[in-house]
């Protein structure tokens, strides 16, 4: 059989470099001629060579950029195929910017026209197909793939459209991808990264790691997703909507209703409220089969020879000839893709990416490259999403291939230690959860491993500081209670075990931690200061009068009995007493002396009592001076709705748009203040 990539077309490179002339003038026109779509004058404009733009873009190009799809179809239609075979200053084809921007018909028509632009490549390599992964365009890409397009074909950097699909957070299409061709799912690009590892480094694709405000993550839990297949698309479903050529393509394949049919109702009376939560309920309900396509995309990948296979070599393919790429049988295993046949020759090509078994230049090259420090890409990509916090990943790869949490990284440092050392609580919890019971998953010397080099068990890894902390007051407090968990799991002979330093645990954390100790003291002692001195300035230093005068009969202020006198009354006494209780914590915060154990509860409790006195004491102190304008103001003149109605709205609106804002945006107004319970 002849090899298929010996016909592939690849653009020359402009070797003077980049454009730095332009007409703008010219280029102005031509953007209002697209935007108004006069034809006539576009398909003169055509026939010209002068650029369109500083990247050098085919008119046609821009057109389809800029989606103008009948209008592109004629030009399409009238241009030769040469013209068609035009590209930009990077290599791009119309039918790449037409991959790249979803538009399925343009496709179709410059394909039909000119069949090769299928197998055209850019100068970093990319055919069509590789940009309808990386823009994860399902419908273009499967289009592209059944008029012929190569599915193994390579980028320069070793990428295939797994790892583009990937890289353009598409799980959806990844999914499908790996599913059908799980040839794919072992093979490394350039750099010697799979599939796998490649997911670790993108955190749109979990829900770990998608901050949402509070109000958001309530309705992220509650929409339910309505189809349970996590917008899966039968083979034959793919394949029925690749042949319509005539219906219009939709956006997104595969998700179902945009919004839940039960939350219809609700939906439609907010809206008539003018208040926009249906493109919010979109998003979220998007974000979320986004998420749960990541997960069975995982469940893909971390197959059971994952692993083992991870051991077989840690070089990349030979990305100094592009060329090179997977042999001729790539065409009858893409076939087989699309039509769902099953693959007899995976085990060959998994073999043949494996630069250990493969003896080419390739594993030559990848030795060379291994020379640099060693890089997240030769480690676990279980170890890895553990060291970044991503719980979700981490659970799914031990829940569908236990066995991968035996394996160590390049420093002989487990998934258990990675998640200590790093403070993934997350993980840690996870692990020691599948370590017990009856019948525990994972193996039980996880929690007894010790160091071979360091001689440290897991509660020595839990004494260092723990990285990308937040640097406020009470992290030390954090810290501490890190430790004391850790303490609780790790086995009681291994309690007080030395290390190759003849240190405990107990005595590295007291060494590793003086900068911290040193700097929450710090803090607490500046903001003590800082309080202190102004709660004296506000309660002590200001004057306060009762408001109205006395009556000459009784004594009392002529207010005593109105309901708004005895609310001021009692509310600045408290606010007295709240303000007199947190200017002693804060004095006592300034002159106490500190060691390391009073931050696991001693102090921290005192912080937390000053900042919540302190807090007390503004909002009583607040209430009083209210009833104090309102006295000065109406008197005891009767009031309506009417006047109050001012008076109210001054005082609450501004505040309350501020927290409204805050909480929407997720901002946390005493994050150290709420973490002291917890």
Not at 544 to 566: L, R
Request: hydrophobic share 40%.
């Amino acid at each position: 059989m002849a090899n298929p990539y010996e016909s592939i077309v690849m653009q020359p490179r402009n070797t003077e470099g980049p454009p730095h002339d332009l007409d703008l003038r010219h280029s102005r026109k031509l953007m209002s001629l697209i935007r108004r779509e006069k034809y006539d004058e576009l398909r003169m404009e055509c026939q010209k060579t002068e650029p369109v733009n500083f990247m050098e873009d085919p008119l046609l190009s821009v057109v389809i950029a800029c989606k103008k799809t009948s209008l592109a179809m004629r030009l399409i239609r009238d241009l030769t195929t040469d013209q068609l075979m035009q590209y930009n200053f990077k290599g791009d084809t119309a039918l790449h910017v037409a991959a790249a921007v979803g538009d399925c018909q343009v496709a179709r028509e410059l394909f039909t026209r000119k069949g090769e632009l299928v197998g055209v490549r850019n100068h970093n390599m990319e055919t069509p197909l590789h940009k309808a992964a990386l823009y994860g365009n399902w419908d273009m890409f499967f289009r592209l793939l059944s008029a012929g397009s190569d599915l193994f074909a390579r980028k320069e950097d070793g990428n295939n459209v797994l790892h583009c699909a990937i890289m353009g957070n598409a799980p959806e299409l990844a999914m499908e991808i790996a599913r059908r061709a799980p040839v794919l799912n072992f093979l490394r690009n350039a750099d010697a990264v799979t599939p796998l590892q490649l997911m670790v480094t993108i955190p749109e694709l979990f829900r770990s790691q998608t901050p949402l405000s509070p109000l958001e993550s309530l309705l992220y839990d509650w929409i339910p997703l309505e189809r349970q297949d996590s917008g899966v698309i039968n083979p034959g479903d793919v394949e029925k909507r690749v042949g319509d050529t005539e219906e219009e393509e939709e956006d997104d394949v595969g998700n179902g209703s945009k919004i839940p049919s039960h939350y219809s109702t609700l939906f439609d009376l907010l809206e008539l409220l003018k208040i926009p939560v249906s493109p919010t309920m979109e998003r979220l309900e998007k974000l979320k089969r986004h998420h749960k396509a990541a997960m069975v995309l995982i469940e893909l990948l971390a197959t059971s020879g994952y692993f083992d296979f991870l051991l077989s070599g840690r070089s990349g393919i030979d990305s100094s000839d592009p060329m090179k790429q997977v042999p001729a049988e790539s065409v009858m295993v893409a076939t087989m893709m699309a039509s769902g046949e099953p693959d007899t020759e995976t085990e060959r090509l998994e073999t043949e990416d494996r630069p250990s078994e493969r003896g080419d230049a390739s594993a030559t090259q990848g030795q060379n490259k291994g020379k640099r420090p060693d890089i997240r890409w030769h480690e676990s990509p279980l170890i890895t999403g553990a060291k970044m916090g991503l719980h979700d990943f981490v659970r799914k790869i031990l829940q569908v291939c236990p066995h991968s949490a035996t394996y160590l990284d390049t420093h002989g440092t487990s998934v258990l230690q990675a998640a200590i050392k790093y403070g993934r609580k997350e993980i840690v919890e996870t692990i020691v959860e599948m370590t017990q019971g009856d019948l525990p998953i994972l193996p039980a010397w996880l929690l007894s491993s010790i160091d071979a080099e360091s001689r440290n068990t897991i509660l020595h890894f839990a004494s260092d500081k723990t990285p990308y902390a937040q640097a406020d007051a009470v992290q030390l407090q954090d810290d501490l209670k890190w430790f004391e968990k850790v303490a609780k799991i790790v086995p009681k002979e291994l309690a007080n075990s030395r290390n190759s330093e003849e240190k405990t645990a107990q005595e590295l954390f007291a060494e590793k931690h003086q900068e911290m100790f040193k700097g929450c003291r710090s803090q607490l002692i500046d903001m003590g200061k800082t309080c202190s001195g102004l709660l004296a300035a506000v309660v002590f230093a200001s004057s306060f009068s009762i408001p109205g005068e006395k009556d000459p009969k009784t004594g009392n202020p002529v207010y005593y009995d109105m309901p708004a006198f005895k609310v001021f009354s009692h509310a600045y006494v408290i606010g007295l007493s709240c303000a007199v209780t947190s200017l002693v914590l804060f004095l006592s915060l300034v002159i106490s002396p500190y060691s390391q154990r009073q931050f696991r509860l001693a102090i921290p409790v005192k912080y937390f009592f000053a900042i919540l006195s302190f807090a007390m004491a503004l909002l009583a102190l607040m209430v009083s001076f209210t009833c104090n304008i309102f006295l000065q103001i109406y008197g005891g003149q009767p009031t309506t709705t009417r006047d109050l109605l001012p008076l109210v709205l001054e005082l609450t609106v501004f505040p309350t748009l501020c927290l409204l804002a805050l909480v929407y945006y997720g901002a946390n107004l005493f994050p150290s203040f709420r973490r002291i319970w917890t």
